[in-house]
């Protein structure tokens, strides 16, 4: 293995020993086996490439204070991708079989979970794909299941920076009863170019409104939106084109421990002048304040550009007490590998 300088690490494809590759044929899963090679060979006919038979997902390991490795809330992330396999017709991956394929790619690739206090994780992508051949349109004969893993660095070095976001009126990522509420692809492919406008222009992160009315807050680009209003309540869009986010069901789990209301409702874009706190959430960074939000002429300052408000900071803190070991973990959120 290759000497890592762990504090140099970013967010990106790495070597590793392996990932594991399972094949659906004939109605059922194989056992599953580890391969070095990160190239695939398959067919060109594969429903992954023609009709969007794909899906994924992504979670951590961390290497925590008492040096056991655990992966955070898998159960969860095996659920969601047995929601978004039914919904795409593909064979879903039984839970158990996904929460053990991912302790066994952690386990074989051990030495690249960063060391506890690095602030780094290893990044695990579990990918579901049609890979048989499927010229008419229909779900695919067979299918592709790998879990790949690469170790990532601290995405905050000093400190949650807030960023400013936009909302663009002019596209939109998920219809209401489309596919927002599941993790496929497609979603990301539909984000691509406001995203890369956005960043163009200068707003690291986009807000979606719903597609339907342009009037209700739906989620950012690849996290979810969650404010903090000025009397202290935990506000966060309930919308069926909106994915459940596993670090959102977290934080709001933890606001309540911590005494704070929590309300899941329709969040109309003209209420985000209520807010004292607003952030997005998801598993790379688990929380990015955002400080400014722009539409069209209208600029709306939300908070300080240069800090993280205070319930941010402390539920932020508080999911990665519990994920590095330095917190208890009192709601059996990891799985220890
Ligand atoms: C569209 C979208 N929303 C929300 C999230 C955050 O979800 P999680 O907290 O499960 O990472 C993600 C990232 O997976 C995402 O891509």
Same mark, same amino acid.
């Given at each position: 293995?290759?000497?890592?300088?762990?504090?140099?690490?970013?967010?990106?494809?790495?070597?590793?020993?392996?990932?594991?590759?399972?094949?659906?044929?004939?109605?059922?899963?194989?056992?599953?086996?580890?391969?070095?090679?990160?190239?695939?060979?398959?067919?060109?006919?594969?429903?992954?490439?023609?009709?969007?038979?794909?899906?994924?997902?992504?979670?951590?390991?961390?290497?925590?204070?008492?040096?056991?490795?655990?992966?955070?809330?898998?159960?969860?992330?095996?659920?969601?991708?047995?929601?978004?396999?039914?919904?795409?017709?593909?064979?879903?991956?039984?839970? #158990?079989? &996904?929460?053990?394929?991912?302790?066994?790619?952690? +386990?074989?690739?051990?030495? /690249? @979970?960063? !060391?506890?206090?690095?602030?780094?994780?290893?990044?695990?992508?579990?990918?579901?794909?049609?890979?048989?051949?499927?010229?008419?349109?229909?779900?695919?004969?067979?299918?592709?299941?790998?879990?790949?893993?690469?170790?990532?660095?601290?995405?905050?070095?000093?400190?949650?920076?807030?960023?400013?976001?936009?909302?663009?009126?002019?596209?939109?990522?998920?219809?209401?009863?489309?596919?927002?509420?599941?993790?496929?692809?497609?979603?990301?492919?539909?984000?691509?170019?406001?995203?890369?406008?956005?960043?163009?222009?200068?707003?690291?992160?986009?807000?979606?409104?719903?597609?339907?009315?342009?009037?209700?807050? #739906?989620? &950012?680009?690849?996290?979810?939106?969650?404010?903090? +209003?000025?009397?202290?309540? /935990? @506000?966060? !869009?309930?919308?069926?084109?909106?994915?459940?986010?596993?670090?959102?069901?977290?934080?709001?789990?933890?606001?309540?421990?911590?005494?704070?209301?929590?309300?899941?409702?329709?969040?109309?874009?003209?209420?985000?002048?209520?807010?004292?706190?607003?952030?997005?959430?998801?598993?790379?960074?688990?929380?990015?304040?955002?400080?400014?939000?722009?539409?069209?002429?209208?600029?709306?300052?939300?908070?300080?550009?240069?800090?993280?408000?205070?319930?941010?900071?402390?539920?932020?803190?508080?999911?990665?007490?519990?994920?590095?070991?330095?917190?208890?973990?009192?709601?059996?959120?990891?799985?220890?590998?």
């Amino acid at each position: 293995m290759k000497q890592i300088e762990w504090d140099k690490l970013g967010f990106g494809f790495s070597d590793v020993n392996c990932h594991i590759r399972f094949t659906w044929k004939d109605g059922e899963w194989d056992k599953g086996e580890f391969v070095k090679d990160p190239y695939i060979t398959m067919h060109i006919g594969a429903s992954c490439l023609h009709y969007g038979q794909e899906c994924f997902e992504g979670m951590k390991a961390f290497r925590q204070q008492n040096g056991k490795i655990v992966i955070f809330r898998a159960d969860e992330n095996a659920k969601r991708m047995y929601r978004t396999a039914i919904r795409t017709v593909m064979p879903p991956v039984p839970v #158990e079989m &996904f929460i053990d394929a991912a302790k066994r790619v952690v +386990k074989a690739n051990e030495e /690249y @979970v960063p !060391p506890f206090g690095t602030g780094g994780s290893m990044y695990i992508r579990p990918l579901l794909i049609g890979t048989g051949p499927q010229i008419g349109v229909a779900p695919a004969k067979e299918y592709t299941f790998i879990m790949m893993v690469m170790p990532v660095g601290a995405y905050y070095k000093g400190g949650l920076k807030p960023v400013r976001a936009v909302v663009f009126d002019d596209w939109d990522r998920a219809a209401p009863h489309g596919m927002g509420d599941v993790k496929v692809g497609g979603n990301y492919a539909a984000s691509l170019f406001a995203h890369e406008k956005a960043k163009h222009d200068g707003w690291p992160v986009e807000l979606y409104l719903d597609a339907k009315s342009h009037t209700y807050i #739906e989620e &950012f680009a690849t996290s979810n939106f969650l404010g903090i +209003k000025k009397d202290g309540t /935990y @506000v966060t !869009p309930d919308s069926c084109s909106v994915l459940p986010s596993v670090t959102n069901m977290s934080l709001k789990q933890l606001a309540a421990d911590l005494g704070i209301k929590v309300e899941c409702r329709p969040v109309p874009f003209d209420e985000i002048s209520e807010f004292a706190e607003v952030a997005a959430c998801g598993t790379a960074v688990v929380i990015t304040p955002v400080w400014e939000i722009t539409r069209g002429d209208r600029v709306i300052k939300i908070s300080d550009p240069d800090s993280c408000g205070p319930t941010l900071q402390k539920l932020y803190n508080t999911v990665q007490g519990i994920q590095y070991g330095t917190l208890p973990d009192t709601h059996n959120w990891c799985f220890e590998v």
